[in-house]
């Protein structure tokens, strides 16, 4: 690997700390509690498309052992490690189809970070009386998930058009 992908997965993963401590930093909804904006999954999204499905895996589990340990608990890791898995995997599946665009991959990937969460509660309260929370989830995290398309395609067309090194 060469320096410059280094210091692009160091600052990737920074940014992907900053932006999960700043989230950590705003109230959870009263509407629909446990609901996040996800902002760190920008991060994940636009290393998916502007290196590799590798890259945007690696980053994403070192992300959330690096935040586990400095802001987490061993439930938040199990939690968080379930969804954000689930969910890079089937980002990583729509995008190679090439029949989905950056906001629909991202809506996705929401969705199914959501389903991770709700399978990790299933086997932590050994019950299945909580997947009725899964409607409500998935609401959050397609509205979530286009947000942060949205947003995560903004960054991929700028770093188009200046002309990005290839690394």
């Given at each position: 690997m060469n320096t410059k992908k280094i210091s692009l997965y160091g600052v990737l993963i920074?940014?992907?700390?900053?932006?999960?401590?700043?989230?950590s930093q705003i109230p959870a909804f009263v509407a629909i509690p446990g609901m996040k904006l996800g902002l760190t999954n920008i991060v994940v999204l636009v290393t998916l498309y502007i290196l590799d499905a590798k890259s945007a895996m690696g980053i994403n589990i070192l992300r959330i052992i690096v935040v586990s340990m400095l802001f987490g608990?061993?439930?938040?890791?199990?939690?968080?490690?379930?969804?954000?898995?689930?969910?890079?995997?089937?980002?990583?599946?729509?995008k190679k189809t090439n029949r989905f665009k950056i906001?629909?991959?991202?809506?996705?990937?929401?969705?199914?970070?959501?389903?991770?969460?709700?399978?990790?509660?299933?086997?932590?309260?050994?019950t299945k009386a909580i997947a009725w929370y899964l409607p409500i989830l998935w609401f959050s995290g397609i509205f979530s998930g286009v947000i942060v398309g949205i947003?995560?395609?903004?960054?991929?067309?700028?770093?188009?058009?200046?002309?990005?090194?290839?690394?």
């Open positions: 920074a940014l992907a700390l900053i932006l999960s401590y700043v989230e608990t061993a439930m938040s890791f199990a939690f968080s490690i379930t969804g954000g898995m689930l969910s890079t995997i089937v980002m990583i599946i729509l906001v629909g991959v991202s809506a996705a990937g929401g969705i199914t970070h959501n389903i991770g969460q709700i399978i990790a509660a299933m086997i932590f309260m050994n947003i995560g395609g903004m960054i991929c067309a700028r770093l188009d058009k200046i002309n990005h090194v290839d690394f």
